[in-house]
């Protein structure tokens, strides 16, 4: 394998995890953010997105010698805008060194004038790094509201060059730059999802111990820096911050309520925070129950995948107490891309069972497209072409029918899981008197899945529902 030789300012195409390789520019990295040891890496910052990262050299490639056999590879009107981006940027650039030479001094000017005005006192307009790169997004919540994320923090670098660059870092994927709470925390769940929090966690710092039904999934973690807990109840016991993420409703009660349960550890101060999919009743029930011992509760469902999991790339919906939120804020940018408070408890259980349902109802409907592209002697690979063309492409549509087309569904999201959100959304909207006609569609699709044996099988196996 070729050396790759990258210098400040370098164009590359950088691989993240699963997702295809992105045009980014290696860049200087915050003071703050310290390089994963034993990692020979870059840091890149990816053009058309937020995202920033540490890429390791291997999953690294020039961006001039490789553009044409990646835009032959990927597909997407996102990425298009990424590519898009880059050329508009080198375009920038190559007008800028045309004119270097004659303005040389007017930039020596400029620079004494900013420095004059400093003195002074009066405002300066700095040019941020996002508005020099068009491949920034530039956007977000309004400031102080709260629908804000938490880990929405401004990071001030001062560069080699003496100017001032602001970005905004939005939690996690910025490897290392999380400072860990000195509290104890306490993980109870070590499933698909709870896994990867988990090992986000120990990766930025934090002292956790965990418990699982199946103990021996602890095992790799407690090789990881871990600390083992014998039961749910011993855990939050040992624990300030004790967050649970479980299969179902009853998995949850169970946990709290069953014997060695977390009710029997709940002590006056104790926070407990309850991650799973589940609906606004046993939330309810749950903070009800840990409050009277004493306990401050907030429930943060998280939305994402696996694979979004293990990327500390999840988003994390909470409601409750907004002071245990607060105390949660070095967790939640290690596990997560962004965080929201939604108000009382029951809120952020409402809100993920609507996203839920939506997600289930549309994979439900790829499924059947790709089917019937099929039935009617059309390529499935064009009609996915196509689709990542327009205004429905996504990461999430492409990786889904790609999994249908390679007919490979290991588990990303579990195909039983999303049924059983789409059942309790459909009873949340019973409950309000609203019509979901969509969701029950969808509901009996993933329930004939089921039947054929997909429940272990990720939720992309719907599809085969349609073909048996």
């Known amino acids: 394998m070729a050396t790759v030789h990258l210098r400040i300012g370098d164009l590359v195409w950088g691989k993240l995890g699963r997702y295809p390789p992105w045009p980014g520019k290696v ?13 020979k890496c870059f840091f890149v910052k990816f053009f058309g997105t937020e995202d920033h990262a540490w890429i390791k050299v291997e999953q690294l490639k020039p961006y001039h010698p490789h553009k044409e056999e990646m835009i032959k590879i990927n597909k997407g009107k996102r990425f298009q805008q990424a590519v898009d981006a880059v050329e508009e940027f080198l375009k920038k650039s190559k007008g800028k060194e045309q004119g270097s030479h004659n303005s ?19 405002a300066v307009k700095l040019r941020t790094e996002e508005e020099d790169d068009p491949g920034v997004h530039r956007g977000g919540d309004k400031p102080g509201s709260s629908m804000e994320p938490i880990s929405k923090r401004l990071k001030i670098i001062e560069e080699d060059a003496g100017s001032t660059s602001i970005q905004a870092a939005d939690s996690t994927a910025i490897n290392g730059s999380v400072t860990p709470t ?43 820096g871990a600390r083992l807990g014998r039961t749910p109840a011993e855990v939050v016991s040992m624990c300030d911050i004790t967050f649970s993420c479980v299969s179902d409703p009853k998995a949850a009660q169970d946990l709290v309520l069953g014997p060695s349960g977390v009710l029997q ?8 925070v309850e991650m799973s999919t589940v609906d606004p009743e046993t939330i309810t029930e749950l903070s009800r129950v ?8 907030l429930e943060a469902p998280v939305s994402g995948s696996q694979q979004l999991s293990n990327d500390g790339m999840l988003v994390i919906l909470a409601a409750g107490d907004r002071s245990v939120y607060e105390d949660c804020s070095s967790c939640f940018q290690a596990m997560g891309k962004t965080s929201f408070f939604l108000g009382e408890a029951g809120n952020a259980a409402k809100m993920m069972l609507v ?9 439900a409907t790829i499924a059947e497209g790709l089917t019937l592209t099929q039935a009617t002697g059309q390529l499935q690979q064009t009609f996915l072409d196509i689709l990542c063309q327009g205004q429905m492409a996504s990461i999430f549509l492409d990786q889904k029918c790609q999994n249908i087309l390679q007919g490979n569904f290991k588990p990303d999201y579990y195909l039983k899981h999303i049924q059983k959100d789409l059942r309790l959304a459909i009873s949340m909207g019973d409950s309000v008197n609203h019509p979901t006609p969509m ?3 969808a509901n009996e699709v993933y329930k004939r899945a089921k039947a054929l044996d997909q429940s272990d099988n990720d939720m992309s196996a719907v599809y085969r529902a349609y073909i048996h």
């Open 265 to 272: 550890g709940i002590r006056p101060g104790k926070c407990y």
């Open 104 to 122: 040389e001094d007017k930039s020596k000017s400029a620079v004494f004038e900013v420095k004059g005005r400093k003195n002074s006192g009066k």
């Open 439 to 441: 969701a029950a569609a």
């Open 355 to 363: 996203l839920n349902m939506v997600q289930g109802s549309f994979m």
């Open 182 to 224: 000195d509290k104890r925390i306490g993980f109870l769940g070590l499933g698909l999802m709870g896994s990867g929090i988990v090992s986000n966690l120990l990766k930025m710092g934090h002292i956790v111990t965990v418990w699982n039904r199946t103990a021996e999934k602890c095992d790799l973690f407690i090789q990881d």
């Open 27 to 39: 860049v200087s990295p915050p003071k703050d953010l310290k390089k994963p040891r034993g990692k």
């Open 290 to 297: 840990i409050t009277s011992r004493g306990g401050r509760f």
